[in-house]
């Protein structure tokens, strides 16, 4: 069988990533970015959808009777709607180790410019204000190590655990959160709000599963102390933007660094980017993007495509 794959977002990779073109019959054709509306024209008569964060919804689905396999060219299966995939016997897969390292250091590297407040220290440096000290340093906000410090992580995955090697190497002690509305906690785990209550530094590696929408909500701000640190360089809208906004103006926890947003590119703005909030940093969705991490997700994505057409599937999510 000649299959015909269309990459709807090609864009989404940079065009020095080196994207080798699959091992068996077929027909290539792609696209720099594709909206919803444009959907079934474009994946008229395709047997392969290859996707990254566009919208997949039920509808599209339906209209497409060719489509055999919708490949995620990123882990975040949160666009495709798995069910109306179930029903019509698409398969569904998606890339899981190329970013493992990349977000892990990018977490840290948050971890660390929060605790020791880096772009207040940088900032200040720039508009001169060391040029004028009466010491030989800039005093200015507390300074805080990680060494000694209790990390707890939500989300116990690939990218979980690397962030936790790495932190257990400056000498966090980390804590492994059960999930929010569990009953029982499973051995290795604490109950999630004495993770919230126990953290320095609370870091967010889950999926935007069912139930984890504001998985981090004002209640949750108001349980973390006063000096805690919040990251998230998962999912937007695990965290609630209004409720951290404020706790960050209000104190209620020390700070946060967050790496995505309920909607990007934040087109219509986001209020995490008004100048005004205290103690955050923000960077645009960019904790995945290492040069390495970008071609092995290449690698990894030829690879899923391949073990498909073999009838050997890897990384099925339905």
Partial sequence: MRHRIVYLQRATLDPSVRLRRPAFDHDWVEYPDTSTEQMRERLAGASIAISNKVRLPREVIEALPDLRLIAIAATGSDSID????????????????????????????????????????MTRTAQGEWNGA????????????LHGRTLAVAG???????????????????????RKQATTVRPGYVPFAAALAEADVFTLHCPMAPGNLHLIGEAELRTMKRK????????????????????LREG???????????????????LLLDPDIPNLLVTPHVAWASSAAKQALAD???????????GEPINRLV
Avoid at 86 to 103: A, I, Q
Wanted: some cysteine; hydrophobic content about 45%.
């Fill in 82 to 121: 798995l069910e109306a995939c179930r029903e019509r016997g698409v398969m569904v897969t998606n890339v899981r180790e190329y970013s493992h390292h990349s977000v892990a250091e990018h977490t840290l590297m948050l971890m660390l410019a929060a605790s020791r407040h880096l772009k207040n220290y």
């Fill in 156 to 178: 116990r995955g690939g990218l979980g655990g690397e962030v936790a090697r790495l932190c257990a190497a400056f000498g966090m002690r980390v804590l492994w959160a059960e």
């Fill in 134 to 145: 009466k010491t030989f340093y800039l005093p200015g906000p507390d300074i805080a190590d």
């Fill in 252 to 270: 209620w926890i020390g700070a946060a660094a967050v790496d995505v947003l309920s909607e990007e590119p934040p087109a219509q703005g986001n």
């Fill in 228 to 247: 805690a640190i919040l990251i998230n360089t998962s999912r937007g809208r695990l965290v609630d933007e209004a409720a951290l906004a404020r706790a």
């Fill in 300 to 310: 990894e994505l030829t690879a899923c495509l391949e073990a498909w057409a073999r």
